[in-house]
């Protein structure tokens, strides 16, 4: 066969195995694994990549120069690299029900997920009671598919751009790394004030930037309804564990596919960037490392242009209730502003 030909089996097999096929997931805490085919005959080599502690492009770039063609290993790296997002964003889907129709006359089946286990095996018990077995693969994708859509449906912006949970910075106990899991609707979602940090625990900029905006941060969270969410650019889960225990603030779920894309969509070009934002996602200014970094205090925070000062004072005018704006008219009753008559 042509290049072109063996190049278009292998995307073929490839897109395959991320729709319909059913691979070998580990629960092990930090541990993904599954098989994936590396061939047009359909043969398949386990991947295995460790959260905690494993470097992924490194793992990926090894696994793909080991197992497919040299031409095609920046395909490969592709598919994997989606592969382990989906596996994240599974295990991380919350607790869920949906009812199913298991056949032609709209039968309906309650399926149920519990957060923590395993969606794909889930999914895939309950498609063996009902699906034929060439339709097996194609069920479980499709129902973990739905579950991981509706359990995921965030109620604000904040949602939907860093995803439903977010973690909040904690403390080593034991040498392991302690957070709290937090709802970004929840949080970010109610603040008036948002900042979005993008840093890097490998960046030395941002390890001195930290002690300031932890300061400032501190004096202004509660008393100007003001929330930090962290978007990371570590390269591992370890380093992103050890560089978010010193922040107070919030942190998105590590996900470098998901950070990537939040850096070409802010249009971020290097770390750290600051950006603030009104609650409507409105962005007031993109300089916040400069401006934090000249006014620890916040004083003239949150840095509003005088345009935007503007425009927000106009949206305040069109907001005030109509009898507010109307002029005054006393009471023309004659009988109530005559004066008071006394009997003799």
Not at 20 to 36: M, R
Request: glycine share 6%; charged share 25%.
């Amino acid at each position: 066969k042509t290049a072109m030909a063996w190049r278009i089996h292998f995307l073929w097999w490839w897109a395959w195995l991320c729709v319909v096929a059913s691979p070998a997931w580990s629960q092990e805490a930090g541990a993904i694994e599954f098989d994936a085919i590396v061939d047009t005959e359909g043969n398949r080599v386990h991947f295995v990549y460790d959260e905690a502690k494993d470097d992924l492009e490194e793992v990926v770039r090894t696994w793909c120069g080991s197992h497919v063609a040299e031409g095609l290993a920046a395909e490969c790296a592709v598919v994997l690299n989606e592969q382990v997002a989906v596996t994240q964003r599974e295990r991380a889907t919350p607790t869920v029900e949906l009812d199913v129709k298991v056949d032609a006359s709209g039968t309906l089946e309650k399926f149920g997920h519990v957060k923590g286990q395993d969606l794909r095996k889930e999914a895939a018990d309950f498609c063996r009671k009902f699906a034929p077995a060439d339709g097996l693969d194609a069920c479980t994708h499709t129902l973990a598919t739905a579950a991981m859509d509706k359990a995921n449906k965030a109620e604000t912006i904040w949602g939907d751009l860093f995803g439903l949970t977010a973690l909040r910075g904690g403390t080593q106990r034991r040498g392991v790394f302690d957070a709290d899991d937090v709802s970004v609707d929840d949080t970010v979602g109610n603040a008036k004030v948002v900042g979005v940090l993008f840093a890097a625990d490998w960046c030395k900029p941002c390890k001195q930037f930290m002690p300031v905006l932890t300061k400032f941060y501190d004096r202004l969270h509660k008393r100007k309804n003001f929330e930090i969410i962290w978007v990371s650019g570590s390269r591992d889960r370890r380093s992103y564990d050890a560089f978010l225990a010193d922040m107070p603030w919030l942190a998105m779920a590590f996900d470098p596919h998901r950070a990537q894309a939040l850096q070409s969509a802010f249009a971020v070009k290097g770390f750290p960037t600051f950006l603030v934002f009104d609650s409507a996602g409105n962005l007031i200014t993109a300089d916040g490392v400069q401006k934090v970094s000249k006014d620890p205090f916040g004083l003239t925070f949150p840095y509003r242009s005088p345009a935007q000062q503007l425009a927000r004072f106009g949206r305040f005018l069109l907001s005030v209730p109509l009898f507010l704006t109307r002029p005054f008219r006393p009471n023309r009753n004659k009988r109530d502003h005559e004066a008071p008559r006394y009997n003799s």
